[in-house]
């Protein structure tokens, strides 16, 4: 099968925010995925979606599938914009659609429909000025995150606030900074779970992946930051998370969770591939904090392929039933 990836490369550039490439793969991730793929017995080339547009290449190349990890270049909806393109041009694709891309981005948007199918979520309210009166039913400790970003941007133990006062300056950051709306819920203290769902002709949950923070004391970061995710496994700086896949958790709550994420999975409209964050509480509910459609795939350190090791997946399988899932869709298998 002839394969095109579509990819943003992570850059470095000092008059850019430090956070403002995260979300974008590493050279090492998309020479994996080609890897990986060309073991299956592809021919693969990859392209960066800034260069060259893709409007241009496919009217040059004729290809049979495009594997997606690409998370677009600008605005509230970006994830959606190189799935856009492919469904105009009538080129099939992994992953997600353009609706469950742009919908999962908005995190109150993917909240409201949660609560409306009775998914457990935070408690919330959205700021769009920073100065609205608090909702009375949430209660501190709140966090407050960049409404439409990805990679914990935005976010970090400061986040974290136990009074008014603080809540205000933050969102009002957040909303300067980011040029949008900061979403405020309800912080939930307990395990941070994280769940993997995979579609290869039957819909599979993959072992949940725990993320123990109790070791992070030198940086006073008990969840998963921007810091954190950039920086995981940095000793100096106390971003030192331990991962525990399968989780350690009772069968009753394993069952629980995993319930949670399918159902939010198919209530988002995902394809293919998701991951699902999740918070337990005292009494072990799950709590869904959000949902990615475009989970990173570094072999090393992203979580979704250390659940698919943990299923027993080689990571060259790993890519190969992504894009066979989105192949029996088109029917080109």
């Known amino acids: 099968m002839k394969i095109t990836l579509t990819y ?8 850019k925010p430090a956070d403002y490439f995260s ?3 590493s ?8 890897s ?3 073991i299956k017995g592809h021919n693969v080339e990859a392209i960066d979606v800034e260069y060259p547009k893709l409007f241009s290449y496919f009217s040059k190349n004729n290809v049979d599938m495009v594997f997606n990890i690409a998370e677009g270049v600008r605005g509230k909806f970006r994830e959606s914009e190189v799935p856009a ?3 105009y041009l009538n080129i099939p694709y992994t992953g997600s659609g353009t609706f469950s891309l742009a919908l999962a981005l908005n995190k109150t948007l993917t909240k409201k429909i949660l609560r409306a199918e009775n998914i457990p979520t935070p408690n919330f309210q959205l700021f769009s000025k920073g100065n609205e009166e608090l909702d009375p039913s949430l209660k501190f400790p709140l966090i407050v995150k960049p409404n439409c970003e990805g990679s914990a941007k935005g976010i970090n133990k400061a986040n974290v606030v136990n009074n008014l006062e603080d809540l205000l300056r933050k969102t009002r950051e957040i909303i300067e900074a980011y040029h949008q709306e900061a979403l405020v819920e309800e912080f939930i203290y307990g395990k941070e779970l994280t769940v993997g769902i995979l579609e290869n002709g039957i819909t599979c949950v993959l072992p949940i992946l725990e993320i123990d923070f109790s070791d992070c004391d030198a940086s006073g970061e008990y ?3 921007w810091r954190m995710k950039e920086y995981q496994g940095d000793k100096n700086l106390g971003l030192t998370p331990s991962f525990h896949c399968p989780a350690r958790l009772d069968k009753e709550t394993e069952e629980q969770v995993k319930e949670v994420a399918l159902k939010t999975h198919k209530a988002v409209g995902c394809l293919d591939i998701s991951r699902t964050d999740i918070r337990l509480d005292k009494n072990n509910v799950p709590y869904v904090l959000e949902i990615n459609p475009l989970p990173g795939l570094d072999p ?3 979580n979704f392929p250390i659940m698919a090791y943990a299923a027993g997946m080689k990571y060259e399988d790993l890519i190969e039933a992504i894009l066979l899932s989105a192949s029996k869709r088109k029917g080109l298998n």
């Open 85 to 87: 393109i492919l469904d």
């Open 27 to 34: 050279e090492e991730t998309v020479g994996s995925i080609v």
């Open 300 to 302: 090393k350190e992203s």
């Open 23 to 25: 979300e974008y793969d």
């Open 36 to 38: 990986a793929l060309k």
């Open 223 to 225: 969840f998963y930051s």
């Open 8 to 15: 943003n490369l992570k850059k470095k550039d000092a008059t």
